[in-house]
């Protein structure tokens, strides 16, 4: 994975996090709203954008359909995009503390 990857916009974040599991858009946003603890509320139009656009990266693929509403999953590409994403997010969260700590001594 190449160090100049951009950092995901936490809508992307949870979409992907949502699609380890077969999903169709309304479960992704059910997903990202219930992890969030209501904080986050993806949009139909934000979903649907963002899956045409991870389709195309390949982080993403359509899941067999089953008749109904079509789902989607997520790729080993898009996963490890998400566990560069977490390796990123984790060094900001320690790079703050240690910040934190340091300034309370």
């Known amino acids: 994975m190449s160090q100049e990857h951009t950092p995901l916009t936490e809508g992307v974040y949870y979409i992907l996090l949502a699609l380890y599991e077969p999903r169709h858009g309304y479960g992704i946003m059910q997903?990202?709203?219930?992890?969030?603890?209501?904080?986050?509320?993806?949009?139909?139009?934000t979903?649907?954008?963002a899956i045409k656009s991870l389709l195309k990266k390949k982080w993403i693929k359509a899941y067999?359909?089953?008749?109904?509403?079509?789902?989607?999953?997520?790729?080993?590409?898009?996963k490890e995009i998400v566990e560069?994403?977490?390796?990123?997010?984790?060094?900001?969260?320690?790079?703050?503390?240690?910040?934190?700590?340091?300034?309370?001594?």
């Open 47 to 49: 979903i649907y954008g």
């Open 64 to 78: 067999e359909e089953d008749g109904r509403k079509k789902e989607y999953i997520i790729t080993d590409l898009g």
């Open 31 to 45: 997903f990202a709203e219930e992890m969030s603890n209501g904080r986050v509320k993806l949009g139909a139009g």
């Open 84 to 105: 560069f994403e977490v390796a990123r997010l984790k060094e900001l969260y320690i790079n703050g503390q240690n910040l934190l700590n340091r300034e309370e001594l």
